[in-house]
């Protein structure tokens, strides 16, 4: 069984199929990424596996459990945490309070604000932001925002991570650090999907790639053959197939 | 290394905190224990005007409770707060007092979880307007319902003594702010605040958004409840025009922000200076005293966006950096 499987997921906005018939699935331990040009689709698949959306038809199943029935919260319990293309933290709330809400209600457990206080801390420590756990999440750089948006993610617990455009906006030596950080995250035991337009960060970190245009899905494979997919370089890469190599 | 550092400054953090909260415990129970010994001072106005301070102290404190960290605008107040009148004017004389408080409080509550299923969905304005027009519903469906079931318009509630009324706003005012600051300082209290900041990432957090706005928006309409069971049994009449008063869901909001919001104290102090403002204007000028208060409120929230509260901790940070500067 995969971790996580979607089977003919469809969402349309008024006459627009912003999601057309799509199978995926993802397997523990994986990094899958996901890419294709702007409006592709995928931070609306996104938005349908953390159930901000709900797909119509189509069914997604995590470890066989269905999701499409529950609401976003009890997703987050099961273990499926995301982050956001723009930042969605809380920014008049102390660095270190913004993660500690993923560790209290997020994990599914009781647990004491202590002990969340401490979950919170270490998941700072591993996005290096914990000397700036008491300022206010609002005054952190961009960069540090999106930091604090995966401690936030990593202090539920999940068993997946959703990164969306984790590296959009970032300069050269943060997207470096960025891709040791989606490593790291993945050498914890947490499988992670990954929706980036930096085709060298994707094509670097992932195991497999899933393209999506107008959609729907139009390939799969790993870096190499995704990136020598005729269909591909025609809607995506163009004149850029070669970064892989 | 590291660790050992950022330890002793977590607790002497903490022993700072906790040094100032004494202090801060010590005067709060000091204003509490004089405020609840005044009937046995004096009698006559003192006590009335403070059971009005107190009234509206229940009031913004309660609508703070939940509109102060989630932002969502409740217009609803005096829909809960009608029903308390009602619900001392139904069961008069057949239960004992302390007992029609407590079930317009249970009253209020359920109310308010039936409400908020539907309202809270709103967001911004429109659940601002649904909640104020959710008073002009109940107050027309009671005032249709005693037209035909009882075929009259107004109630008489027993009344009880001023100096009881007192005891039991001061009670019921100690339990509102308790509540509050139990809140504030609980799991709930930041999942409240983060609801408030970005609802979207709190439900992704693993937030239970609706759950916890409708049972905060509830208890907040449990004290409300009460307050308006108090404040009708010193009135022997009632009617679905004086319990449904439109003014005690504008005024809590007013003098919440005039207070300000920041600290639980901001609402506190916001009802006292506001309802001893208006008693005096009140008096002084009875036929001006809406256009003053208008001119107040607009100076107010002008020259003191984050209310009386801003203005003292501007003043406290100044006054603190005036004592360093020569040092």
Request: proline letters at 4%; one cysteine or more; a positive charge.
């Amino acid at each position: 069984m995969h971790l996580l499987e979607g089977e003919g997921v469809t969402k349309h906005f008024g006459g627009l199929a912003a999601v057309s018939d799509v199978d995926f699935y993802v397997d523990q331990g994986e990094i899958l990424g996901l890419i294709g040009p702007n409006g592709a689709g995928k931070t609306t698949l996104f938005n349908l596996i953390s159930a901000s959306l709900k797909p119509k038809p189509g069914k997604i199943a995590f470890k066989g459990v269905d999701l499409t029935p529950l609401p976003a919260y009890k997703i987050c319990r099961l273990g499926i945490a995301r982050t956001f293309q723009t930042v969605k933290i809380f920014p008049n709330v102390p660095v270190a309070r913004n993660v500690m809400v993923g560790a209290l209600f997020g994990t599914g457990r009781r647990m004491s604000s202590r002990q969340a206080l401490k979950k919170a801390e270490e998941a700072l420590e591993f996005v290096d932001l914990l000397p700036l756990k008491n300022v206010p999440a609002g005054d952190l750089t961009l960069a540090d925002q999106k930091r604090l948006e995966v401690a936030r993610a990593l202090a539920s617990d999940p068993e997946l991570l959703l990164l969306d455009e984790l590296m959009a906006g970032l300069t050269q030596t943060e997207v470096a650090e960025a891709i040791g950080d989606v490593r790291q995250v993945r050498d914890r035991g947490i499988t992670v999907i990954m929706i980036e337009h930096l085709m060298q960060a994707i094509m670097a970190v992932s195991d497999r790639i899933v393209v999506l245009d107008y959609g729907r899905k139009i390939a799969e494979g790993t870096p190499r053959e995704v990136s020598a997919d005729p269909k591909v370089i025609e809607v995506y890469l163009g004149e850029e197939c070669d970064v892989a190599s | 290394m590291k660790t050992a550092i950022t330890k002793n400054k977590a607790g002497g953090d903490a022993a700072v905190l906790t040094g100032k909260n004494l202090a801060s415990l010590a005067l709060v129970l000091v204003i509490f224990v004089v405020v609840g010994l005044v009937p046995t001072m004096t009698q006559g106005y003192p006590v009335t005007l403070l059971s009005y301070i107190l009234r509206y102290v229940i009031l913004a404190v309660a609508w703070v409770l939940f509109s102060g960290p989630t932002g969502y605008m409740s217009l609803a107040s005096a829909a809960f707060y009608g029903l308390g009148f009602y619900m001392a004017a139904v069961f008069s004389g057949r239960m004992p007092f302390p007992v029609i408080v407590l079930v317009a409080g249970v009253v209020g509550f359920i109310v308010a979880l039936g409400v908020g299923g539907l309202t809270l969905r709103l967001k911004g304005v429109y659940f601002a307007i649904f909640t104020f027009a959710l008073v002009l519903l109940v107050q027309n469906v009671v005032l249709e319902a005693e037209r035909l079931i009882t075929h009259t318009r107004g109630r008489f509630v027993e009344t009880t003594s001023l100096s009881t009324a007192y005891y039991a706003m001061f009670i019921v005012a100690v339990l509102t702010i308790g509540v509050c600051v139990l809140i504030r300082r609980s799991r709930y209290g930041l999942a409240l605040q983060s609801i408030g900041e970005y609802e979207e990432a709190a439900a992704h957090s693993g937030i239970n958004v609706v759950r916890t706005k409708m049972l905060t928006f509830a208890t907040s309409a449990v004290f409300m409840g009460m307050a308006g069971a108090i404040v009708a049994t010193q009135r022997a009449y009632i009617d679905p025009y004086i319990a449904f008063d439109l003014n005690q869901s504008f005024l809590p909001v007013v003098m919440a922000m005039f207070g300000g919001m920041g600290l639980l104290v901001g609402p506190v102090i916001g009802a006292a200076v506001f309802t001893e403002i208006q008693e005096q204007l009140q008096t002084r000028f009875p036929n001006l005293f809406l256009l003053i208060v208008g001119m107040v409120l607009i100076v107010a929230i002008t020259f003191m966006p984050n209310g009386i509260l801003g203005v003292a901790q501007r003043a406290w940070r100044w006054l603190r950096g005036g004592r360093r500067a020569p040092a």
